[in-house]
């Protein structure tokens, strides 16, 4: 398939699960669209999960084994890497497609004009080819006060494990662009809060998501539609 006609890419990672990974990719393959891929990822399995994937005929199945067990995280991480879709979609290898869904997202995704994209705490790569085509119209948030704990590895419940492990007092919530750098994006809003009488990393992890998180997220997509701010050398003013 010539890669500008690929708009979604289903990317799949799997260890040892050979019969359920073949149904799923025939499940998604059953579609006749074809503007979407399959990427399957093993993490060698050792099984015969290469060998039925192989034996699947279609042009819109890509199949890679990597060179050693990297584990959940690593394989995911090639997975994505490997997508040429302008969208990537995570699918557990234990998943189950409506192809009557999927073919009206594709359709979706073709038609409309969209001006943003929030992924609210999406915790997956977003491919390069839809950060460009999209500079500066990502919003994400991340629940830390950015550049503390944050970037690879720094994902959900482990960066409130890293700052409560690290004894800090002051932590909060930080609204950025998405960019190629993970966590790395103009910084839209920032809030901080105390979280010294915060006994877990989840107590901290509630506290900023109620107090913080659910708040800077909706006033930053409204100062983006508001048409409020603006970015010079990698800052954003609010105007």
């Known amino acids: 398939m010539e890669e500008e006609q690929v708009v979604v890419s289903f990317c799949i990672s799997t260890y040892k699960r050979e019969a359920i990974v073949e149904a799923l990719v025939l499940n998604i393959l059953s579609s006749s669209n074809p503007y979407f891929e399959v990427v ?7 099984d015969g999960t290469i060998k039925r994937l192989s034996d ?24 994505l890497e490997k997508g040429k879709g302008r969208w990537l979609f ?10 009557s869904k ?20 999406y915790l997956a790569i977003v491919s390069d080819k839809l950060i460009n085509l999209y500079e500066n119209r990502i ?18 419940i482990h960066v409130h494990e890293h700052a409560f492990n690290r004894g ?12 190629n750098v993970v966590d790395g994006g103009p910084i839209i809003l920032q809030r901080a809060i105390d979280i010294s009488d915060c006994n877990s990393p989840e107590e901290i992890q509630l506290k ?22 603006k970015i010079e050398n990698e800052t954003v003013l609010i105007i």
């Open 168 to 179: 800090v007092k002051v932590s909060g919530a930080t609204v950025h662009f998405v960019s």
């Open 90 to 99: 995570q699918v557990l290898d234990r998943d189950w497609i409506d192809i």
């Open 139 to 156: 919003i994400n948030i991340h629940p830390s006060l950015i550049p503390s704990f944050c970037g690879n590895g720094f994902y959900g």
């Open 40 to 46: 399957v990822v093993d993490d060698c399995s050792g």
């Open 208 to 229: 900023i998501l109620y107090n913080i998180e659910h708040k800077i997220l909706v006033e930053a997509v409204k100062l983006y539609c508001d048409n409020k701010l």
């Open 56 to 79: 699947i005929t279609d042009t819109r199945l890509r199949v890679f084994e990597r060179e050693q067990r990297g584990g959940g995280s690593a394989c995911w991480y090639d997975a």
């Open 102 to 121: 999927m073919d009206l997202l594709i359709q979706t995704l073709q038609e409309e004009k969209i001006d943003l994209i929030v992924l609210a705490g």
